[in-house]
């Protein structure tokens, strides 16, 4: 687990070298074990190739980088963890290959130059990585099929760059970095970051989940993303007890892969069915090893969940390390966190999980396995109601369609109106979205923002909806579940636990986060996933029969991963309003308006929402990234 950094540079590069130190700098916290960079001359400029590391599997120097294969002919920067990397090694020896270090970054290198990129489809992993090669001339940059790991790039005055996080591409820079107004007004207004190429700083871009993009140094020429993964949502036929088993197993392998680590692992546990499946997985595969939890809890609010947490913890012998969070905390450790997210993010829920990994850091664990991607991959949150109703219209089951809202809406936190508002923003496309939006109280331009300000330079206004294939019919469930795994959800989700961890300097597995997990979950029958009864991840709830206790699995209610954010954010309303009123110098923020909404809600004349953490998220980072 790494921060890697780098590029190429046309012409004298004399003065590179502290812009490169810099770059690797601000991602210490990413590999404090172990920094190198090397400048390799080449067609009329010089390739970097930057890594910070944080040394999980090989501790020994034989896993240092920059890697070069015996050849000469490739370099490699890698930032993550090949989970199969014994398997692997094993497969090239048999090839003829010989190995000189016990590294997955060793057996990643020699699968590409084994293989090249169809070595992609054996990985079972996280990572993004740049390969220099040295005969074709080119950096080759990939990212995973779910982009667990980070990958910015930009180009300026013919140079590439690229980097794990958006501090080390502004170090690497030469020019003056801006604010993207498309992406602050999508944030600002919408709520949406994360899920799309564009950053939050003008000309820089993350490497989409799933592709690679390849970077020829004689022309300068940077060719077009292309995606090497996406799962497909055909559906295959399958029984649902043969299903069940086979993804028992699959996940009980993924789980022991993801057990593969030289230092102390442990795991954050939430109390939700996610990481209550992974925690207990773990003692099914390994009944002797010492099982170290990490929890955020909510205490004396409706959010907690340390009920569930303590079974857990009770039904493996786990030794429980809980926090509890209090307004001061946050305002104290308000800045750091913004500093380590490099972007403004949702919502204080991602303090709590920050808070968590510390927690993690002091009792020295490294490594920790997490329940990311389950709701992503198996329809959970509220089950995705529109999409279902939507899909069982089209397949012509008009009963099973109305059977299914009032099923629905019999669990908790649900309504059959709820149900039916989420049917129709399916069904509904175009103006007519948008006006159902505005109908429901939301404002595409809401007054503290400046319309006529965004519209001269560019800006699309409106409610952001994906446009769905005509070929998805009947798979809707599936086909949003793709969307969220690869574009609008998850991504952000990642990113935070991406930054929160490496923050104190932890890695955050992912169990649940396979390609082949994904590939198989996603081609079953959707009622596989959400039952006609409305009951989420119905398939998963029966493969851990006998791994996970009764009452877990059958609990009706989501939490999530939430916080108490009025309860937080309201004690420190004066210091929020004296960050609010700093001037940011933004010609589409109508400041004095957004103080008056900021104000009516602290007096509660106006209803308390997330946009008063987004305004004071992305005033606080604009101020911290900018100055």
């Not at 920067?77 to 989970?83: H, K, S």
């Not at 403004?344 to 990311?372: C, W």
């Amino acid at each position: 687990m790494c921060g890697i950094a780098g590029g190429w540079f046309p012409g004298d590069q004399s003065r590179l070298v502290p812009r490169v130190e810099a770059a690797l700098h601000a991602m210490r916290l990413r590999g404090p074990d172990d920094q190198g960079y090397e400048f390799i001359t080449h067609s009329s400029g010089t390739v970097v190739l930057g890594h910070t590391r944080l040394s999980i599997i090989d501790l020994s120097p034989a896993g240092h980088q920059p890697m070069y294969s015996r050849c000469g002919r490739y370099g490699l920067v890698f930032n993550g963890e090949i989970y199969n990397y014994r398997e692997l090694r094993a497969e090239l020896i048999r090839e003829g290959r010989t190995f000189h270090s016990d590294s997955d970054s060793e057996v990643l290198l020699t699968a590409w130059q084994h293989w090249g990129a169809a070595c992609l489809m054996r990985l079972i992993g996280m990572f993004a990585f740049v390969v220099f090669d040295r005969e074709a001339g080119s950096l080759t940059c990939v990212r995973d099929g779910f982009g667990i790991k980070p990958f910015f790039f930009s180009q300026e005055s013919g140079s590439f760059l690229f980097a794990s996080e958006l501090n080390a591409i502004k170090s690497l820079k030469n020019q003056k970095i801006t604010l993207d107004w498309q992406r602050a007004y999508d944030y600002l207004v919408h709520g949406d970051y994360d899920s799309a190429s564009r950053s939050f700083v003008s000309g820089v871009y993350h490497l989409l989940p799933g592709h690679m993009i390849t970077f020829d140094l004689a022309s300068g020429h940077l060719g077009e993303p292309v995606v090497w993964w996406r799962p497909d949502i055909a559906e295959t036929e399958i029984s649902f007890k043969d299903a069940t088993e086979v993804l028992r197993q699959k996940f009980l392998d993924s789980i022991r892969l993801h057990l593969r680590s030289d230092v102390e692992l442990g795991a954050a546990l939430s109390g939700g069915i996610d990481s209550s499946a992974v925690v207990c997985a773990m003692r099914y595969i390994e009944p002797d090893m010492p099982i170290k939890t990490f929890s955020y809890i909510a205490r004396d609010s409706h959010l907690s969940e340390e009920v569930w947490v303590d079974r857990v913890n009770a039904h493996v012998g786990a030794i429980s390390h809980k926090l509890v969070v209090s307004p001061e905390e946050l305002g104290r450790d308000l800045d750091d966190m913004i500093l380590a997210q490099g972007e403004p993010f949702g919502s204080t829920s991602i303090y709590a999980q920050y808070r968590v990994f510390k927690l993690a850091k002091e009792h020295g664990v490294t490594v920790t396995l997490d329940g990311q991607g389950a709701d992503e991959m198996l329809a959970g949150y509220s089950g995705y109601p529109g999409q279902r109703i939507r899909s069982l219209l089209e397949l012509g089951q008009y009963g099973e369609a109305w059977e299914f809202l009032g099923n629905w809406a019999q669990w908790p936190g649900r309504s059959r109106i709820e149900g039916l508002k989420r049917a129709i923003g399916e069904l509904a496309g175009g103006d007519l979205y948008q006006a159902l939006r505005r109908l429901n109280g939301g404002r595409d331009t809401p007054r503290w923002m400046h319309a006529s300000a965004l519209r001269d330079e560019g800006v699309k206004l409106g409610f952001p909806k994906a446009v769905r294939s005509s070929e998805d019919a009947g798979r809707r469930v599936v086909a949003e579940l793709r969307n969220a795994l690869t574009s609008k959800g998850l991504p952000s989700l990642l990113r935070h636990a991406d930054r929160n961890s490496m923050r104190f300097s932890v890695e955050s597995r992912v169990p649940f986060l396979t390609q082949d997990m994904a590939s198989f979950l996603l081609s079953l029958p959707e009622e596989y996933l959400i039952s006609q009864s409305g009951e989420t991840k119905h398939i998963f709830r029966a493969a851990m029969r006998g791994i996970v206790p009764d009452e877990i699995l059958d609990r009706r209610d989501k939490v999530g991963f939430e916080t108490p954010e009025r309860e937080w954010l309201l004690p420190m309303a004066d210091v929020l309003r004296g960050w609010l009123k700093e001037d940011l110098n933004l010609p589409f923020l109508n400041q004095p308006e957004l103080l008056k909404d900021f104000d009516q809600i602290v007096a509660g004349k106006k209803p308390f929402s997330w946009q008063i953490w987004r305004w004071v998220n992305f005033s606080r980072w604009h101020r911290q990234f900018f100055a």
